[in-house]
């Protein structure tokens, strides 16, 4: 689970940089298993993309623990604060 607990400290330290918002809408995406532009995925910089696909990983894992609540929790509030134009 560390790169969920990761994404949330990241979300939570700058929710208005573009890759927190990017990795938000995915959590979002996976949590509601709603399409997601992959093309948004490669946009990150090198380190967002590498943990965005650490997210994939753990949440194919493990699609029930905590730390991903936490996480869809705050990605809920990331997208109610800074909606998509």
Same mark, same amino acid.
């Given at each position: 689970?560390?790169?969920? !607990? %990761?994404?949330? !400290?990241?979300?939570?330290?700058? *929710?208005? #940089?573009?890759s927190a918002q990017t990795l938000s809408r995915l959590v979002l995406? +996976?949590?509601? %298993?709603?399409? &997601?532009?992959?093309?948004?995925? $490669?946009? @990150?910089? &090198? %380190?967002? &993309?590498?943990?965005? +696909? !650490? ?5 194919? +894992? #493990?699609? $029930?623990?905590?730390? !991903?609540?936490? @996480?869809? #929790? =705050?990605? @809920?509030?990331?997208?109610? =604060?800074? *909606?998509?134009?």
């Open positions: 689970m560390h790169a969920i !607990k %990761e994404a949330r !400290k990241l979300i939570e330290k700058n *929710p208005a #940089d573009p995406a +996976l949590e509601s %298993e709603a399409n &997601f532009p992959i093309a948004h995925i $490669y946009q @990150l910089n &090198f %380190e967002s &993309f590498a943990l965005a +696909l !650490k997210i994939l990983e753990e949440w194919r +894992l #493990d699609r $029930y623990s905590s730390g !991903k609540v936490r @996480l869809f #929790d =705050l990605s @809920l509030q990331m997208a109610e =604060l800074h *909606p998509r134009p």
